[in-house]
C-alpha cells in the first residue's frame, strides 16, 4: 500500500496563477484532510471532506477550494495564488468508524512557493 | 474550541539519554485522544503515540511513554534512550471522539540529538 500520497512536491507559483494539489489515499478512510505548515504555527486545518460528497471549512480556508472527487481523492485549489500562502502543504486521511483508532496518516507533504 | 500549548520551542539531548516534551491543552470535554507526532527533515508526519482519555494507564511503545494527567491537561511525552534518528520536531495532537471532530495541533518543538 502507498499509504497517502501528493502531487507535486515542489511547486514555485507567481502572483495570481493558478493551481490544483492532488492527494490520493488506498487505505479507503471514509475522511481526508488537507492541512497548511508555517514555520512556528504548527499544522492548521484548511479543509477537511468526513466521507466522499462532503467537504467543509477547517480554520484557514480562505483562498483555497476542494474537490472530494471520490473516496480515494481530494485535491486543493488555489484559484489566484497570493505570497501568504507559501507553506507546507499536507494531505491526511483517518477511518472515522474505527473505535481504536482516530489517528490520521499524512502524506509526504508539498512545498509551494508564491513569489 | 479546544488549544494545544507546546511552551518549550526547542529542546536538546545527549544521545542515550532520557528527554521529556511537555504538552498542556484545554478542553471542556470529557472523551478525547491525545497524540504524539513526529516529523523528521524529511517532513513526513509519524505518528509516535496514542492515548485515549478514558484510559488511565499511560500509553507506551518501545523507548517513547507519556504521562497522562487528565485533571491538569496534561500529557508529556517521554523519550527513553535518545537515539541521533530522535532528531525531528514533535507536535502534540488533540481531537474529541465525535465522528467528524478534527484534530488540533500544537505547534511542534524541535528537538536534537546530540552524539
Known amino acids: 500500500n502507498a499509504g497517502v500520497t501528493q502531487t507535486p512536491k515542489f511547486q514555485v507559483l507567481k502572483t495570481g496563477q493558478s493551481m490544483t494539489l492532488q492527494c490520493a489515499q488506498d487505505?479507503?478512510?471514509?475522511?481526508m484532510y488537507w492541512y497548511r505548515q508555517d514555520p512556528g504555527m504548527g499544522l492548521r486545518l484548511i479543509y477537511y471532506s468526513a466521507s466522499e460528497g462532503t467537504t467543509d471549512k477547517g480554520e484557514v480556508p480562505n483562498g483555497y477550494n476542494v474537490s472530494r472527487l471520490n473516496k480515494r481523492e481530494f485535491s486543493l485549489r488555489l484559484e489566484s495564488a497570493a505570497p501568504s500562502q507559501t507553506s507546507v502543504y499536507f494531505c491526511a486521511s483517518s477511518e472515522r468508524r474505527s473505535h481504536y483508532s482516530y489517528e490520521q496518516y499524512f502524506g509526504p507533504g508539498t512545498r509551494l512557493t508564491v513569489t | 474550541a479546544q488549544t494545544v500549548t507546546q511552551s518549550q520551542p526547542e529542546m536538546s539531548v545527549q544521545e542515550a539519554e532520557t528527554v521529556t516534551l511537555s504538552c498542556t491543552y484545554d478542553t471542556s470535554e470529557n472523551n478525547y485522544y491525545l497524540f504524539w507526532y513526529k516529523q523528521p527533515p524529511s517532513r513526513q508526519m509519524i505518528l509516535v503515540i496514542r492515548?485515549?482519555?478514558?484510559?488511565?494507564q499511560n500509553a507506551t511503545e518501545n523507548r517513547f511513554s507519556v504521562n497522562f494527567q487528565k485533571a491538569a491537561k496534561s500529557f508529556s511525552l517521554k523519550i527513553s534512550d535518545s537515539q541521533l534518528g530522535d532528531t525531528a520536531m514533535y507536535f502534540c495532537a488533540f481531537k474529541h471522539t465525535g465522528a467528524n471532530s478534527k484534530l488540533t495541533f500544537g505547534k511542534g518543538i524541535t528537538l536534537s540529538v546530540r552524539p
Open positions: 487505505m479507503n478512510h471514509n475522511s
Open positions: 492515548q485515549e482519555a478514558y484510559k488511565q
